[in-house]
């Protein structure tokens, strides 16, 4: 393992300098870069809670690999009837979308079928959610800019109204009016900067913002008449999104496993995973995320005759995830995780062994594509010197998706 | 407009409601219309052959009640929980407000009239409206969103 050591660090320095470089030599578009909210999420929290697809290969170079899959049973309902989008559906089914299910097939160091897991996972608390955060409408809702968009709104309204109500009516008046709609919808939805908008129309917004005095659009069309209204809506709706990622996740979950031989389980697992952002989060900086697991396993005691669980221990890994995002689209693309490990046996001492353990950890994850995540976990024993290495790939589905359908970074 | 050149139908005791009058009012302007247009290509050939007045062109709607129509505009708010949305559209100083998806109805609009839209969601919001109008269908991304249906 020492001398395997050496060699990742090389290999995530190359991978890491090699993204950075891209990053650097091509800026992505405005245009071509669509992020959602669940592509920005950090890898550690898609392994807390997935809202799509999830498959991992875990323990790639040990004796007991597995493939594991994980997913969410409303994205899979949402994939046969995408109806449940619909507000009203997706209320309904909100517990559904709270839950995670998995299962894995454990594999020999020879891949031949060593057991089967299955587990399920609710998030008690998810404050980080765009789509359900109270806080984020509250926020939107009281947002200075919006209030002022729409007062210019219902003026731009009225002007055209009186220009129209004072014409003749015809066919040309009417024309002039649809025109005149159709400017005020480019100048509010579509991103075209202001000042290649009909010189006509701009006079007319100059003239009613200064009347209204509607400041912050006045600052914004007279310091930069480049930028539209919204390119600064999204900047708006971007940063107050930011605002909830630091906000808690915590779910809980049960877990077992199945011996190879007999649908029997062989451990249990009752755990609870907690994540924190510690700082303020800004976009594209980095940020440290409190990562606590407490969980109670449930094993065969080998000791006893028969299959049973009465071996119990119970463990607690407190962490923090560092996570490093790209400054140009906000993606997370390696995360460095430093934990502790205490476990304590409760039950089935095997004679020599420690009622208590502690362990050093450490996980490095490298996003290599879209949601492509390759973790290498570290685990470190100061009480023997021993040093086990984990070596997995987790790829969530929709990154697969994009790869087939050849949508790059 | 001349009395005899009138289309009056009596209804009689049939009270109706106003997507029923709606219904009616189209059906009728559909089939009218229609023979309205071989009656005028019918005239045409007897002026030509006649060489006599000119007939004046057909004119839409019904005679005697001011041309106005109902908008349904319904709303759709997608990836969202109900509550988390808010959606207010004015028409003549008349606002009607949902924070779910549902339909919006307002009666009385003329060519030339403006339902101002104004929204909030933490969703997609997709409105459609029914009747003739620039545009019949606005598409929203999540945040705050203006817009305005013209009616044609």
């Known amino acids: 393992m020492k001398k395997i050591l050496p060699k990742y660090i090389c290999m995530l320095a190359f991978i890491v300098t090699a993204k950075q470089g891209i990053s650097q030599d091509n800026p992505p578009s405005a245009a071509s870069a669509i992020f959602t909210a669940d592509s920005l999420a950090s890898g550690n929290t898609k392994d807390i809670l997935t ?9 790639l170079t040990g004796k007991r690999k597995e493939f594991n899959f994980n997913s ?13 989008n619909i507000d009203k559906y997706y209320t309904k089914y909100q517990a559904l979308r709270k839950l995670n299910f998995g299962f894995s097939i454990g594999l020999d160091s020879s891949y031949h079928f060593n057991g089967f897991s299955s587990g399920i996972k609710y998030s008690i608390i998810d404050q980080r959610d765009p789509t359900t955060s109270k806080l984020l409408f509250t926020r939107l809702k009281i947002d200075g800019f919006a209030d ?10 009225q002007h055209a109204k009186d220009e129209y109500n004072a014409s003749a009516k015809t066919d040309a008046d009417f024309q002039h009016l649809s025109n005149f709609r ?7 939805n579509i991103d075209v900067p202001y000042n290649k908008l009909n010189a006509g129309f701009r006079k007319i917004v100059d003239s009613i913002v200064k009347e209204e005095d509607l400041k912050q659009i006045r600052q914004l069309i007279e310091n930069t008449p480049a930028s539209s209204l919204k390119s600064n809506d999204t900047k708006i709706f971007d940063s107050l ?27 249990l697992v009752i755990n609870s995973e907690l994540s924190k952002g510690i700082f303020e989060p800004k976009a594209g900086a980095n940020n440290l995320e409190l990562n606590i697991k407490a969980a109670c396993n449930f094993l065969k005691d080998t000791l006893q005759t028969g299959r049973n669980l009465k071996k119990v221990i119970f463990s607690f890994e407190p962490g923090v995830n560092w996570v490093i995002r790209d400054k140009n689209n906000d993606k997370s693309y390696l995360e460095l995780k430093l934990s502790g490990a205490y476990y304590h046996n409760f039950n089935g001492l095997y004679l ?21 995540w390759v973790p290498l976990e570290i685990k470190y024993d100061p009480a023997n010197g021993n040093v086990f290495g984990l070596f ?16 790059s970074l | 407009m001349a009395k005899k050149n009138q289309l009056v139908i009596d209804l009689g005791k049939i009270k109706l409601t106003d997507e029923q009058r709606k219904s009616l009012h189209s059906a009728l302007h559909k089939t009218v219309a229609k023979e309205i247009k071989s009656v005028e290509k019918t005239n045409k050939k007897q002026s030509k052959t006649s060489g006599t007045e000119k007939a004046k062109p057909a004119t839409r709607g019904v005679v005697g009640a001011p041309v106005t129509k109902t908008a349904t505009l319904e709303v759709t708010f997608t990836k969202v929980n109900t509550g988390d949305s808010e959606l207010t559209a004015t028409f003549n100083s008349q606002s009607k407000k949902i924070t779910s998806s ?34 019949t269908v606005m598409n929203f991304t999540p945040g705050n969103f203006n817009d305005n249906f013209l009616i044609k």
């Open chain 1, 148 to 157: 002022e968009r729409a007062k210019l709104n219902k003026a731009l309204v």
């Open chain 2, 102 to 135: 549902d339909s919006i109805i307002f009666s009385g609009l003329g060519k030339g009239d403006m339902i101002e839209i104004d929204g909030t969601s933490l969703g997609s919001t997709t409105i459609s409206i029914d009747i003739s109008a620039n545009p």
């Open chain 1, 182 to 188: 159709d400017s005020i919808a480019i100048f509010f």
């Open chain 1, 241 to 267: 999104k930011n605002s909830i990622k630091k906000n808690l996740l915590w779910t809980i979950g049960l877990s077992d496993t199945t011996y190879k031989d007999q649908f029997l389980f062989s451990n």
């Open chain 1, 51 to 59: 809202s799509f697809f999830q498959l991992a290969f875990q323990n």
């Open chain 1, 72 to 84: 969410n049973p409303f994205a899979v309902m949402l994939k046969n009837n995408p109806k449940l």
């Open chain 1, 352 to 372: 020599g062994e420690d009622r208590d353990k502690i362990f050093m950890n450490s996980t490095i994850r490298i996003r290599v594509y879209e949601d492509i």
């Open chain 1, 392 to 407: 997995n790939v987790k790829a969530n589905f929709t990154g697969l998706g994009k790869l087939l359908k050849g949508i």
